[in-house]
C-alpha cells in the first residue's frame, strides 16, 4: 500500500482544514488507517484512527470533538477533517494503514506527512 497525504497548509487559529490520504493497491479496505502528527522536536504521536469497515474510530484526547476521520474505501481515500484548529495542533500530518494497535510500531505503511501550521 502506497500512501500519499495532502491538504496541509497554513490557517489562523479557530480554522478549519481537511486531510486527505490517498492510498494506491487493491488492499486498502482491508487495513485500518490512522492519522499520526509530529511537531518540531516532539516524537511522533497518535491522532485519529479508523477500522477497515470505518465503523469503529478513535482519537487522541488532545483532538476529541474537533477532529473527524473517515474513510472511503470506493475511492481509496481517507480523510482528517480539522475544526477548531490550536496553534499546538501544528505539526507535520502523516497518515499510516495498518492497526488495530494504533502505535508507531503497529502501523504497516506510512505516507509522506502533510505540513499544518496554525498561527494564533
Known amino acids: 500500500v502506497q500512501l500519499q497525504a495532502s491538504g496541509g497548509g497554513l490557517v489562523q487559529a479557530g480554522g478549519s482544514l481537511r486531510l486527505s490520504c490517498a492510498a494506491s493497491?487493491?488492499?486498502?479496505?482491508?487495513?485500518?488507517m490512522g492519522w499520526f502528527r509530529q511537531a518540531p522536536g516532539k516524537e511522533r504521536e497518535f491522532v485519529a484512527a479508523v477500522r477497515w469497515s470505518g465503523g469503529s474510530k478513535y482519537y487522541a484526547e488532545t483532538v476529541k470533538g474537533r477532529f473527524t476521520i473517515s474513510r472511503d474505501n470506493a475511492k481509496n481515500t481517507v480523510y482528517l477533517q480539522m475544526n477548531s484548529l490550536k496553534p499546538e495542533d501544528t505539526a507535520v500530518y502523516y497518515c499510516a494503514a495498518g492497526g488495530p494497535k494504533w502505535t508507531l510500531n503497529g502501523m504497516d505503511y506510512w505516507g509522506k506527512g502533510t505540513q499544518v501550521t496554525v498561527s494564533s
Open positions: 493497491g487493491r488492499t486498502f479496505s482491508s487495513y485500518g
